[in-house]
């Protein structure tokens, strides 16, 4: 279990990297940002890449918005643990203050899980 914001920054950012061929990444040293390569419709607007997730530090917790957990609920919130579900504030965003193994385990095992989810809904490249 590990307190330390810049290391769970770290796990974080890692979800991205292990499929960073279908995402567009910015990361500006701070914050990061996924979204997908392909061209699709998000609500009303059509935009160059479908929304995944961000990363957000604050002072005192790290925020990860996961926005396949808002379209895909049913199939996503059966991953969480007690861990982020006590850290999920709303309906897609974690405030993250610590991170275990078996957290990080989940959240690679919600991240494949929406990666697989989108790519059927044409949202990723696949």
């Known amino acids: 279990m590990t307190k330390d914001l810049t290391e769970i920054r770290g796990a974080l950012a890692a979800l991205f990297l292990r499929h960073k061929s279908l995402f567009k990444i910015t990361d500006n040293g701070s914050n990061i940002e996924a979204h997908g390569t392909v061209e699709a419709m998000q609500g009303k607007k059509k935009v160059d890449g479908f929304y995944f997730a961000s990363i957000v530090p604050k002072p005192k917790d790290v925020r990860f918005y996961f926005f396949p957990i808002y379209t895909h609920a049913k199939e996503i919130s059966p991953l969480l ?24 385990a989940r959240l690679e095992e919600m991240t494949d899980k929406a990666v697989e989810l989108y790519q059927q809904n044409k949202w990723l490249a696949g």
């Open 81 to 104: 643990n007690e861990e982020l579900k006590k850290a999920l504030k709303g309906k897609s965003c974690f405030h993250l203050k610590s991170l275990s193994e078996e957290s990080v």
